[in-house]
Antibody, heavy 121, light 109 residues
Framework: QVQLQESGPGLVKPSETLSLTCTVS????????WNWIRQPPGKGLEWIGY???????NYNPSLKSRVTISLDTSKKQFSLELSSVTAADTAVYYC???????????????WGQGTLVTVSS | EIVLTQSPGTLSLSPGERATLSCRAS???????LSWYQQKPGQAPRLLIY???SRATSIPDRFSASGSGTDFTLTISRLEPEDFAVYYC??????????FGQGTRLEIK
């Protein structure tokens, strides 16, 4: 059974960089896209970006200038860095595995439990 | 950007009733790259449907979905108490490649 677990600080100061790591267990990194998705309190889901196991990345244009997603295949971990944070970045951050079958279907099949990150001084 | 608009925002029904949730896309969704998720309070979303109409593993057959192009529907044939939650649709397409609808809250009447 694939499991994803987010880790990182729960409190970040305004203007600083939010850093989170997702550890994958019970399955391979290969063949998939590894994503970060966030959900502000009481609101909907926002896709942040993904890194493919090959190392290629794709980011939400609304966050692209501030986002970096990286992958450490040896540790089966991928990470999120979001710079220059403000209170608007306060959210539950999820990591998730995205399965993409070109010309057929796509879906997020495994999610982490989510971690709340609050931006406050 | 493909914007997904879900309706209604909130749906109030009783256990045993039929629920019909709508997801409308601002542009045609290619290859039925449309999925549905269920989210309960304090939990991560759970995959229900992919490819517009295929049930994910272990999803009860009271959940069904249909649609293509710009109009998609999730139907729960007979509501069970555990079905009351928030439901999101999600698509893959043009930049940004992945977007979610704003959600439909299914609440007990």
């Amino acid at each position: 059974q694939v499991q994803l677990q987010e880790s990182g600080p729960g409190l970040v100061k305004p203007s600083e960089t939010l850093s989170l790591t997702c550890t994958v267990s019970g399955g391979s990194i290969n063949g998939y896209h590894w994503n970060w998705i966030r959900q502000p309190p009481g609101k909907g889901l926002e896709w942040i970006g993904y890194i493919h196991y090959s190392g290629s990345t794709n980011y939400n244009p609304s966050l692209k200038s501030r986002v970096t997603i990286s992958l450490d295949t040896s540790k089966k971990q991928f990470s999120l860095e979001l710079s220059s944070v403000t209170a608007a970045d306060t959210a539950v951050y999820y990591c998730a595995r995205w399965v993409f079958y070109g010309g057929n279907s796509d879906y997020f099949d495994y999610w982490g439990q989510g971690t709340l990150v609050t931006v406050s001084s | 950007e493909i914007v997904l608009t879900q309706s209604p925002g909130t749906l109030s029904l009783s256990p045993g009733e039929r629920a019909t949730l709508s997801c409308r896309a601002s542009q045609s969704v290619s290859y039925n790259y449309l999925s549905w998720y269920q989210q309960k309070p304090g939990q991560a979303p759970r995959l229900l449907i992919y490819g517009a109409s295929s049930r994910a593993t272990s999803i009860p057959d009271r959940f069904s979905a249909s649609g293509s192009g710009t109009d998609f529907t999730l139907t729960i044939s007979r509501l069970e108490p555990e079905d009351f939650a928030v439901y999101y649709c999600q698509q893959y397409g043009s930049s940004p490649p992945i977007t979610f609808g704003q959600g439909t809250r299914l609440e007990i009447k």
